[in-house]
Each structure stands twice: as C-alpha cells, then as structure tokens.
C-alpha cells in the first residue's frame, strides 16, 4: 500500500486547511487509517484516526476543530482542519495498517507511512 499526503500550507491562526492522503495497492486490505503530526523536536503523535467501519477517535488537542473522513472506498482519507493554532504547526503524516492472506494461507498484517505534509500555522 503506497500513500500520498498533500494540502499543507501556511495558514494563519484560526484559519483552515484540508490534508488528503490518496492511498493505493491493496486498499481492499486496510481496517485503520490515521493521521499524526510531528513538531520539530518532538515525538510523532497521533492526531486522529478512523477504522473500515467508520469510527473516529482524537487527540484531546484535535477533538471539536479537526475531522477525520475516508472515501468510501478506502482510497483516500482527509483531515479537515479549523480554527488552527500556532501549536498545530508540523509535519502532517498519514498512516494506514491492515492486513491480508498471502498465496500461502499466511495472514500478513502491514502498516504504510505517507510522507510528511508541512502545516505552518502563523500571522
């Protein structure tokens, strides 16, 4: 599975942004799709995430201004961004897990990085 993350940027506080995360491979695989952000010099955290069956789950910093969503088909997922703060500045990572059985009957699980989408949040 092979990610694509875009739509960072340079907004100002309060403003808004849409991060899009276009996913390929074996989509028909994926059951987590997530997204997580990491500051300069601090750890990589999760910021929100949603399952194949729809449920959502963030951070308590993201909860009542971020969304997460997925196409339907698995192909993408999207944060929508709002009311952004100084403190949301940093690299934007998508990240997918699943898992599937190989030609052998054996079940492989696998989890996908996207690369990094810079959001910079200042006046």
């Known amino acids: 599975v092979q990610l694509q993350a875009s739509g960072g940027g340079l907004v100002q506080p309060g403003g808004s942004l849409r991060l899009s995360c276009a996913v390929s491979g074996r989509i028909d695989s994926i059951n987590f799709m997530g997204w997580y952000h990491q500051a300069p010099g601090k750890t990589r955290e999760l910021v929100a995430t949603?399952?194949?069956?729809?449920?959502?789950d963030y951070a308590d910093s993201a909860r009542g201004r971020f969304t997460i969503s997925r196409d339907p088909t698995g192909s993408a997922v999207y944060l929508q961004m709002n009311n952004l703060r100084p403190e949301d500045t940093a690299l934007y990572y998508c990240?997918?897990?699943?898992?599937?059985?190989?030609?052998?009957?054996?079940?492989?699980?696998?989890?996908?990085w996207g690369q990094g989408t810079e959001v910079t949040v200042s006046s």
């Open positions: 990240r997918v897990k699943g898992g599937y059985y190989n030609d052998n009957g054996e079940r492989v699980e696998y989890g996908s």
């Open positions: 949603v399952t194949s069956g729809g449920k959502t």
